[in-house]
């Protein structure tokens, strides 16, 4: 498995499946986040921080964006070990969003307001991995579920 981290998706056939409507329901975004060193903004300013920090700025905004479109912040954690498995490098943060469905989270990446704030994400990420997940359908309630729902407006 050949596994490529990128900061803005750059495969047509990926955008275009983006659009799409998606999965009937919330969707989780598990993002596995990778820092730069030393933040790089595009525009050249002068950035006395570590990408770490650059993101941080991001993560708060999007935090207070996320419920615009229906969404929150669930989890943000670093990474500490690697139990299974192998890579290269290990991924420095896995943070998860929820949005009430695909095209909420796509309004969000196209509002103007998350142009605005993706300065600091594009300059704080070395890479990304999003990968969209979905609660299984079960005849069975989920418990994680019912505590998401029951604790709207809540946060991360």
Same mark, same amino acid.
């Given at each position: ?50 990408? #770490?920090? %650059? ?10 964006? &996320? /419920? *615009? ?5 669930? @989890? ?24 009430p469905d695909r095209g909420s989270m796509v309004?969000m990446s196209l509002s103007e307001e998350w ?5 600091? #994400?594009? %300059?704080?990420?070395?890479?990304q991995l999003n990968i969209e997940t979905v &609660? /299984? *359908? ?5 418990? @994680? ?12």
């Amino acid at each position: 498995m050949e596994v490529v981290n990128e900061v803005f998706p750059t495969d047509p056939a990926r955008l275009q499946a983006m659009i799409e409507k998606g999965p009937d329901g919330p969707i989780f975004m598990v993002n596995l986040l990778k820092f730069k060193d030393k933040a790089e903004y595009e525009d050249g300013r002068d950035a006395d921080m570590s990408g #770490r920090d %650059a993101y941080m700025i991001y993560g708060r905004a999007v935090s207070a964006l &996320l /419920p *615009k479109f229906g969404g929150r912040g669930i @989890f943000a954690a670093d990474v500490t070990f690697l139990a299974l498995g192998q890579v290269e490098e290990l991924w420095d943060e896995v943070a998860i969003a929820m949005y009430p469905d695909r095209g909420s989270m796509v309004r969000m990446s196209l509002s103007e307001e998350w142009r605005e704030i993706s300065v600091h #994400r594009a %300059a704080g990420l070395k890479g990304q991995l999003n990968i969209e997940t979905v &609660l /299984p *359908k079960t005849e069975t309630p989920s418990p @994680f579920l019912e505590m998401i729902l029951k604790s709207e407006g809540g946060g991360q």
